[in-house]
């Protein structure tokens, strides 16, 4: 039973490996642009954080 499932996991498995494809180059670049944008965000936030907790810890 446990070598059925096994490879009844690995047959999902393969039928998404074989579904996935290499992104264009414009789906790179805007994933790219996303993952940039929500880093600089993400800074952001933290930044202003920092900066309005500093008098707080003085």
Do not use: C, Q
Request: net charge positive; charged share 20%; glycine share 6%.
């Amino acid at each position: 039973m446990a070598f059925n499932f096994e490879e009844e996991i690995f047959h999902k498995y393969w039928r998404v490996i074989k579904l996935a494809r290499t992104p264009t180059r414009d789906e790179f670049t805007k994933i790219a642009l996303v993952a940039a944008a929500g880093i600089l965000i993400i800074g952001l936030i933290g930044f202003l954080v920092y900066v309005m907790m500093l008098p707080v810890s003085r």
